[in-house]
């Protein structure tokens, strides 16, 4: 007979595991041990999708035993799958708004959140938090192409506040609860905008202001339905799906073409 964990319960036989089988020199090192776990791997896109809640929670073990933990500031960033991306600045010229400048990302991530349990300059200093990218005004959007650094500087804090906006950058320090030294728990909404794809959870375990270590989780982000059917299809047999897209909008034409000449 099969018998069903949940995650919850397969976190708790992970601690206990990991609590029986580690060596003894494990306990002379001081480096605490993340064991992260997170409410949904799976996230499907239906038609009507209006976002999703996810819950990424765990433990941060200390080797020395709970009764010496340390207070443990705990920091998870969720990405979503990078992207180009070419950011254009419109400008008023002559009374008509027109393209007056342009920059390019080679890898600007779809989603970027960060949840903390405190805010990230009373955690790390900023040249910590820009190593890990713990802000989004740390985000490694890695322009491309010759621009002005002052240009380009501009152009990435614009497309971050462009993105915090759509719901897409968010920020939420002091959204990490921790229990007893051990157990956190942290709660990001995703929009119903997402990019589908991989997203990684890192979760970091800081204190004195130095991370100590991190882990990560993954979670996949489909569309199901006939959506996903319809990407799936042009991504197996693009030839193919571009020929019949073609097809239909000639076909689509040439029928207003008879409706409107009827008339």
């Known amino acids: 007979m099969n018998i069903g964990l949940s995650r919850a319960g397969r976190l ?4 206990a595991a990991w609590l029986v089988l580690a060596p003894a020199p494990a306990f002379a090192q001081r480096e605490p041990v993340l064991v992260p776990e997170v409410s949904q791997s799976l996230i499907e896109v239906r038609q009507g999708f209006t976002g999703a809640r996810l819950l990424l929670y765990g433990a941060v ?3 020395a035993g ?3 933990a340390e207070d443990y500031d705990i920091v998870v960033v969720l990405k979503g799958p990078a992207e180009p991306i070419r950011l254009r600045e419109k400008d008023r010229i002559a009374g008509i708004w027109m ?3 342009a920059s390019d990302f080679r890898s600007a991530p779809s989603f970027f959140a960060v949840v903390s349990s405190r805010p990230i300059n009373e955690i790390v200093d900023e040249r910590t938090a820009a190593i890990f990218e713990l802000g989004t005004d740390f985000i490694q959007l890695s322009p491309s192409g010759q621009i002005e650094p002052e240009e380009q500087a501009r152009f990435a804090r614009g497309l971050v ?3 915090r906006r759509q719901g897409l950058y968010q920020e939420n320090p002091g959204g990490v609860r921790i229990s007893e030294k051990v157990l956190y728990q942290a709660r990001i909404n995703l929009p119903s905008n997402v990019t589908t794809g991989p997203y990684t959870a890192e979760t970091f375990a800081i204190a ?6 991190s882990a990560t989780a993954r979670i996949e982000v489909v569309k ?11 991504q197996r047999w693009s030839f193919l799906y571009g020929l019949g897209a073609i097809a239909l909008s000639l076909g689509m034409g040439w029928l207003a073409g008879r409706m409107f000449a009827k008339a």
């Open 99 to 101: 393209n007056a400048g």
């Open 161 to 163: 506040e462009l993105r």
């Open 12 to 15: 708790t036989l992970a601690l």
């Open 224 to 234: 199901t339905g006939l959506e996903g059917r319809v990407v799936t299809a042009a």
């Open 61 to 63: 073990i200390d080797p």
């Open 66 to 68: 709970a009764a010496s």
């Open 208 to 213: 004195r202001g130095r991370v100590l270590t």
